[in-house]
């Protein structure tokens, strides 16, 4: 993960009350965070929500596009966008769900099956990078505690 570097001729920022913020450092190591993902699913073009609609709808085939938004904390108009760019790619199909008629079953398709299993590869190695300074337990502890807070 990249980190800002203070210049070396120059003392580090002081951050005065920011240090006591939990919203702060949050954001801070998202960006982190978001940065390491960008880099490491990039080249097969998987952004963070796309990664976790693709996840979601692996766990649960025939999920309608309500039920995951609602699984993702998203307006349905956010979830058909999202959904339109994945069956663009060929990876999510879309079938009119078999037990109400004003929604659509989501699957992976099996190139999206296949792109799935690549990029939670890439996402495994991503997560050991970024967790790489934390125990087992403390890792296990954030999580945890981010579920908590969101």
């Known amino acids: ?13 002081r951050r005065g009350v920011l240090d006591n913020l939990a919203g702060y450092h949050l ?14 699913m990039g080249r097969i073009g998987v952004t963070p929500g796309q990664f976790g609609v693709l996840a979601l709808i692996q766990a649960n085939p025939g999920m309608s596009q309500s039920a995951l938004g609602l699984a993702m904390g998203v ?24 037990t109400d008629g004003r929604s659509y079953a989501l ?23 970024i967790a790489r300074r934390l125990s087992a337990a403390e890792r296990r ?3 945890g505690l981010l579920r908590r807070v969101g």
């Not at 954001?27 to 490491?40: E, L």
């Not at 992976?108 to 939670?120: E, M, N, P, V």
């Open 141 to 143: 502890r954030l999580i």
């Open 75 to 98: 307006d349905r108009s956010t979830v058909v966008s999202v959904i339109d760019r994945l069956e663009g790619r060929g990876l999510v199909q879309r079938a009119p769900s078999s």
């Open 1 to 13: 993960m990249p980190r800002h570097r203070s210049h070396p001729s120059r003392p580090p920022a």
């Open 27 to 40: 954001r801070r190591a998202q960006i982190a965070v978001f940065q390491d993902f960008s880099a490491t």
């Open 107 to 129: 699957r992976l398709s099996a190139k999206g099956t296949r792109h799935f299993a690549d990029a939670l590869k890439r996402v495994r190695a991503h997560e050991q990078r």
